[in-house]
């Protein structure tokens, strides 16, 4: 195949349209991570449903990007900053689809939670499932405009989910070790709020990549000691 170089705002439209795309994904999993945090919540498991539906969308956007990653990187070889963006996008894309994947666990442990016999109210979970939506949705507006101040801010909010996840599973506990019966509705809670905790390190994860594409440099291993590794 003979190389194509794109006219520059042939280019900028590209990009412009991979981005757009990007965005349509993030919102849908923003918006499948919302369904089964309202299914856990509220015992709903027809949330299941619409939280799998939305999933297969997902999937085709994820392989759309792709597409359009290889056909950028085939016709015009991007250089320096624009490389970088093609490949933030395409990391990015690789989160917000197992995002999505841990909305699907999540949205398995509502179905669950309306067989079991149902714990006192946890307000935790649904405040933990607002926020790392909310990351998501600030991390990926970091992108778009290549805010690196607001990135690090969402990267902050990752030791807010990480202590709302250990107290979260004190009060479980609690509960499972004065009542027996509470015992699998406990350990399905726990499940449905480590899901919540790793949507939480990927929108983390997304944050670091907008400061590696403002500011040229990693610095996902400069962060505390101690922290939970965001790999797969």
Known sequence: MTDQILPGSHFDAKLTALQNL???MAGRSEEMVRLAVNGVVHRDPARAGEV???EDRID???LQIDERVM??????RPMAGDLRFVFVVLKACRDIERIGDHAVNIAGAGERAAVHPPL???LEIAEIGDLVRRMLGRALGALVNRDADTARAVIAEDKVVDALRYSTFDIIMSYMSHQARYIPAGMNMILAVQNLERIGDLATNIAEEVVFLV????IK???SAGHDEHGP
């Open 215 to 218: 500011e040229g440099h990693s």
């Open 120 to 122: 006192p109210e946890i």
């Open 71 to 76: 056909e950028l990187l085939a016709l015009q």
């Open 60 to 62: 085709q956007l994820e």
């Open 52 to 54: 799998r539906a939305a």
């Open 221 to 223: 291993h400069n962060r």
């Open 22 to 24: 990007l965005l349509e």
